[in-house]
Each structure stands twice: as C-alpha cells, then as structure tokens.
C-alpha cells in the first residue's frame, strides 16, 4: 500500500466531494424548494455522488498500485479517516465550531457515507483486472 499516494487523493477526494456537493446543494435547492422530501433528494444526491466520485478515486490509486479486496478496505479506511481529520479541520475554522462538529457526527448520513466509501473501495479493488490487463490477455491467446 502506498500510504502517501492513498492519502494524497483522499484529500483530492475530499476536495471534489466539498465543490461537487455545494453545486449540487445549489442545484437542488433551486430546482426542489417547495419540496417537502428535500432532505431525501439531498441524502440521495449525497450518496450517488460519494459513490462517483470515490470510485474515480479508487480508479485513481489502483492506477498504479496492486488491487485486491484487502487493498480497497485499506484505501477505504485511509479516505475515511482523512474525511474525518478534514471534516474536524473545517467544522472548527467556521463560527459554530465545535456545534457543527457535533451535529456532524449526530447525522445518521454521516456513517452511511463511510459505509459507502469503504464499500466502493473495496469494490473498486477486488477488481483485479484492469481493462487494458483484459485487451492484451485476449490479445496473447490470438
């Protein structure tokens, strides 16, 4: 496992994740406003997304590293654990702080979402063969 390499796109996972989910925080509130089941439309929203775009991430780090289950879970649980030290950071920069930190951590959603992470890793990781792996096997036995 490349620890570095793990924790650098958690970070970049991360990031996307904040500029992704404000558009789409924007997006669904404009479009869903008089909703009653705005809370349901953002917790899907919030799910679909996280399942993109760790999967790209996953991609990303298999890229170049060994892929098997017990590599996703390691990747999986790297991502978690920077969402958690980034989440912490950014809840105390803002003015609630420690409140936001809290109801962060209240949020049901929350640990939905590091189920899906980690999930997604896992997945991404027991496939064991890349697409261009696929081509040039199928490529030897011609």
């Known amino acids: 496992m490349n620890l570095k390499r793990g924790i650098l796109i958690g970070i970049a996972l991360y990031i996307?994740?904040?500029?992704?989910?404000?558009?789409?925080?924007?997006?669904?509130?404009s479009v869903f406003a008089e909703s009653k089941s705005i809370s349901s439309i953002y917790a899907l929203t919030t799910f679909i997304i996280?399942?993109?775009?760790?999967?790209?991430?996953?991609?990303?780090?298999?890229n170049k590293a060994k892929r098997d289950t017990?590599?996703?879970l390691k990747l999986g649980l790297i991502f978690v654990v920077i969402g958690i030290i980034l989440e912490i950071i950014a809840?105390?920069?803002?003015k609630e702080g420690f409140k936001d930190i809290i109801n962060t951590y209240k949020s049901v959603y929350f640990y939905i979402s590091f189920i899906i992470i980690?999930?997604?890793?896992?997945?991404?990781?027991?496939r064991n063969k890349?697409?261009?792996?696929?081509?040039?096997?199928?490529?030897?036995?011609?």
Not at 91 to 94: D, E, F, P, Q, R
């Open 16 to 29: 996307a994740e904040i500029i992704v989910m404000l558009a789409a925080i924007y997006i669904i509130f």
């Open 70 to 72: 017990k590599e996703g």
């Open 130 to 142: 890349t697409a261009k792996e696929k081509v040039l096997k199928k490529h030897k036995k011609k």
């Open 50 to 62: 996280t399942v993109i775009l760790t999967s790209l991430a996953g991609l990303w780090y298999f």
């Open 91 to 94: 809840s105390l920069i803002t």
């Open 118 to 126: 980690i999930a997604t890793t896992i997945f991404i990781g027991s």
